[in-house]
C-alpha cells in the first residue's frame, strides 16, 4: 500500500530539547545533514524547521520530506504540546498542516532515546562500575540535560515497549544532614523540589548557589560549564560540592529507578551534562549511591550502568519510531 510520500522524498527527523533543536534527514534508517539549531533564535517549531530544510535544499518538490517524527523535551498527551523548559507550544495537527506533511509523529524525547538503546554500537556505550545486563529484562533510561529525562523498556514477547513518563519531575530523595540542608534551601525558592532541580544543567546552578548560601558566602554567576570548569581545576570548593553533590543525588534516583522497573537489563545514562564532567563522574559517588539501598544493595550492584558516547542518539530511536510499536502521537 502507497504511503503517498514519494521515494526521492527523505523524511524529516528532530530532537527539540530545551536548549537546542537537532535536525536531520532520514534514509531509510540512516540520517544525514545534521543541524544543531538553538531553540531561542527561533519563535516557533515551524520556523526552526523550515530554516533547517532552507539549509539543507529540502525544500523544492520531490526533495521535500512528506513524513517526520519529532521528539519533544515534554509530555506528549493531546494535540496541544507545551514544552517544558521552553516557551514553545503548538497544536501538532497545526503543525503537520504549515510543514505540510501527510504524516508527522512526536513523542517525548527521552522515549525516543528509550528506542535507540538496543541498537546503539557497543563500543559507544562506556561502562559505569560492573555488572552484567539480564537478556530479556525491563531496561532503565536517564539522563540531564536542561531537565532531566526518564525512561525505559518493558519486554513484551518479540519486542521492547518503550515508556512515556515524567519521572524526572518526581520528588528529590536526599540521603544526609548536608543534603538536608540544600534541600531546606530550595525548598525556600521552590513549592515542589522535584529531581530536575538539581539533576540537570539548571540544577548544577541551583546547588551550587544553595551550597553558597549555607556557607553564607554570596555566589558567582555562574553557568553549569563554569562550575563544572571550576570544580576540574579544583579552584572552587563549592562548585566541587556541587558536582559531587549532583553525581550523588543523580545516583540515588538511577538507583530508584532500577528497583522501581525492576531493570536488571541495565541503566543506560543519556543527556547532555555527564559526559561533559569528564573524570569528575568517574571519581564521584555516584556508583555508590547507586548501590546505597540496604538489604537491596547487591541486587543493585549487579545491574550494569552505560553511559551513552553516541553523538545524537535520540536519531536512532526516531528512525525507529516509523517501524517499532511504542507511545507515540500522530498529529491529524
Known amino acids: 500500500m502507497s504511503t503517498g510520500r514519494p521515494e526521492t522524498a527523505p523524511r524529516l527527523i528532530a530532537d527539540i530539547g530545551g536548549t537546542n533543536a537537532r535536525f536531520a534527514l532520514l534514509e531509510g534508517q540512516e ?24 539549509q539543507v535544499g529540502a525544500t523544492a518538490k520531490g526533495k521535500r520530506p512528506q513524513e517526520a517524527a519529532v521528539a519533544i523535551a515534554g509530555p506528549i498527551t493531546g494535540d496541544l504540546i ?33 528506542m535507540a538503546v538496543r541498537h546503539l554500537p557497543q563500543h559507544e556505550l562506556e561502562a559505569i562500575g560492573g555488572g552484567r545486563p539480564v537478556a530479556n529484562a525491563p531496561i532503565a533510561l536517564i539522563g540531564p540535560g536542561t531537565g532531566l ?29 548536608r543534603e538536608m540542608a540544600v534541600l531546606r534551601q530550595l525548598h525556600q525558592r521552590f513549592s515542589h523540589v522535584s529531581a530536575e532541580r538539581v539533576i540537570s544543567g539548571p540544577g548544577l546552578v541551583n ?19 563554569e ?11 563549592r562548585c566541587m560540592e556541587a558536582v559531587s553533590m549532583f553525581c550523588a543525588l543523580f545516583g540515588t534516583m538511577a538507583g530508584n529507578l532500577v528497583l522501581t522497573l525492576g531493570a536488571v537489563g541495565g541503566l543506560y545514562i543519556g543527556g547532555g551534562v555527564v559526559p561533559h564532567l569528564g573524570r569528575l563522574f568517574k571519581a564521584s559517588p555516584f556508583r555508590d549511591r547507586f548501590e546505597d539501598k540496604g538489604r537491596y544493595a547487591e541486587y543493585l550492584s549487579a545491574v550494569p550502568v552505560y553511559l551513552i558516547r553516541t553523538e545524537l542518539p535520540a536519531f536512532v530511536g526516531l528512525a525507529r519510531s516509523f517501524i517499532d510499536p511504542g507511545p507515540r502521537l500522530e498529529a491529524e
Not at 521552553?86 to 505540510?100: I, N
Not at 506533511?101 to 513523542?107: A, G, P, V
Not at 546547588?207 to 560549564?225: C, F, G, N, W
Open 149 to 177: 529525562g526518564v525512561s525505559g523498556l518493558i519486554p513484551a514477547g518479540p519486542h521492547f515497549i518503550p515508556l512515556q513518563g515524567e519521572g524526572g519531575h518526581a520528588t528529590l530523595s536526599v540521603m544526609n544532614e
Open 82 to 114: 507545551r514544552m517544558t523548559n521552553h516557551v514553545w507550544q503548538f497544536s501538532a495537527a497545526r503543525v503537520r498542516q504549515q510543514l505540510g506533511l501527510s504524516r508527522m509523529i512526536f513523542l517525548n524525547d527521552f522515549t525516543a532515546l528509550a
Open 31 to 54: 540520517h544525514r545533514d545534521e543541524i544543531v539549531l538553538k531553540c531561542a533564535d527561533y519563535p516557533d517549531v515551524v520556523a526552526a524547521a523550515e530554516h533547517y530544510l532552507q
Open 227 to 237: 562550575i563544572t570548569r571550576r570544580a576540574n581545576e579544583s579552584s572552587c570548593a
Open 207 to 225: 546547588l551550587y548557589e544553595a551550597i553558597s548560601v549555607i556557607e553564607r558566602k554570596v555566589p558567582d554567576t555562574l553557568t553549569p560549564k
